[in-house]
């Protein structure tokens, strides 16, 4: 096992384009790190560079004390799992599994036992004779993991590994991954672009956008204090509401902010947790709220309310998302907009959005009524201009 | 559905149409349809096979009964005399032997399918996969020079080849790098998934073996496909023989045959016999590879 440190560390592409102008990180030994972020973030750039298979134009990387930007992928001593898994089509599932011990010149006796260990390990002995093309989407993925592990290398690097299981699957297998990384102890880096897996897998999460890190720290953490308005909007499912507001304090002390032609008082409590709120001047402001912050009113009960129309509403059995449109300009910066849903296109009129609360199924909310929804204004989030978070 | 679990009445009045539909899902094509495809298919195989059985058994008839007609395929008055005829023609030095017109044949094809192979096939995985300058305008070249035929280079390459003349060497040597077999090898290794190639790497294995354990078992349709082509092209090469080759010992098949026509006294059952058994190497080499080449032809790419 090993430590995998980041200096600095850039990719320039022939052509001058910069997938990662310089990140500097340290995946501490045994840790599980997963790098997520949008398409063309560079987190798939990342692990290649750790690999081997793309060369570092500048800074330095380690794996242990090691610097190995000039070695070779097989001298590294990593093992990687890919997203299509690259199984061997020829090669048994033994002889894919083993073919790494083969390259390495181990004794026909070794790569036999270490491969069976492997394989039962992960419930493959059964298919060790086997092709890829007779084996379901998650045998094939463990025979992935099985090559992966037989070789008991430094780190595991995984590339998206189970974007092409079918949902039911990859709850599964993403239960297995962690509990095997758990078991065999080693330095794991896993890149996804499924905050769901980065907040459910991952030791420590790397949000990464436009080949910069946004934030690396354990997924309660990424959740609950998000540094931007780009980590806020996109950990968190469904994500979080972004919108534009303004800020007002009034003589008696109140703060305030706007939601459309609404204001919402924010509790003392929420600006002594957040001093730099506390000594903001009053002005524009942006402002989030997570889908569970709002919370169904009935008979109007709570002061913090909104009154809203709802627009869709999705019933998952134990909780119904309402989709609704309000009199709000959204909060976003140029990545969080490319992230923007089908539904949030319906949003008609510019100065509208689209918004979404998660609330219990009864009592029952149908589409196109009129309902109040109460703010748990606690739970609100505020970002300055350039959308830092104002803590 | 089986009908097991369909209650009586309810099979009963099922539309004509859907028990049509049921009948088919079942048991495949009516008859009506396997009907029509053999009164397709049947005429157009014979149209192509028809020639190759004239040949075979015309080989076997009297020369003058060759040119009767349909009367050819009567089975009467079947020999081999034929057949021995062509041996006992071809049988010294001053006009080569049979056996040796197919052994040069076999070493010619012999030598540019096992040449071929090798060298098209790395230099294919050398234009897909490797990277170095020059690479794009390479793989241009190669692509230009598929359409160039080998008439327009016959005079060239006889005058870069004159010291080599009357060998097997200048025989097989300008056709062992095709364009097209790399232009095939190509497709398929740019087709082949890269991680494929990459996870070789995280494994171990640096260019060469990636090549020999990854790639090559992987192409073997691709292999049996170039293997086929070039040797049926080097197997029937004909004008550039003519041009390098006058010593009867190193003559190929297809050579010796246009001399034996050339050169009274023949008869057209010898030239069949002489025929069958230029074709038959051909044959067999398309039994044995088959399997693959219908594969290579028919499939694209990998699956997993």
Redesign the interface.
Known sequence: MATIKYDNVEKTYPDGTKAIPGISLEVRDGEFMVFVGPSGCGKSTVLRLT???EDITGGSLFIGDRVVNSL???QRD???V??????????TVRDNIG??LR??GRPKSEIRQRVEAAAGRLSLTALLDRK??NLSGGQ?QRVAMG?AIVREPQAFLMDEPLSNLDAKLRVQMRAEISSLQRQLGVTTVYVTHDQVEAMTMGDRVAVMKSGLLQQVAPPEELYERPVNIFVAGFIGSPKMNLFESVLRRDRDGGTFVTFGAQELAIPKEVLRERPSLGQRKDGPIKVGIRPDGFILTPNGSSDQSIEVTTEVVESLGNERMVHFIAQVRKASDADTRDQRTDLEEIAPDAGTSMFIARVPPYPRVHERETIRLGVNTKGLYFFDEEGNSLF | MSNASIPRHQVMTLSPKVRDRTRIGRLGPSRLRIAVNYLVMVPVTLLFVSPIIYMFIASFKPNNEVLSGFGVFSLQDLSFNNYLSIFSRFSGSDTGTFTGFLTTSLIVSAATVIGGLVVNSMAAYALARLRWPGRNLFLLAVIALVIVPFEAIAVPLFYMLDGLRNTYLVQFLPFIASPFSIYLFYSFFAGLPKSLEEAARVDGAGAWRTFFFIMLPNARPVFATVAILQFMASWSSFLWPVMVIDDPTVRPLPLAISVYVGTPPYGWGNIMAFGVMMVLPMLVMFLIFQRWFIRSVVTSGVKG
């Open positions: 690999a081997g298979l070779a992928p097989q990593i093992a990687m890919f997203q299509d898994y690259a199984l061997y089509p020829h090669m073919f790494a390259m390495m890829p093309r094939r090559r």
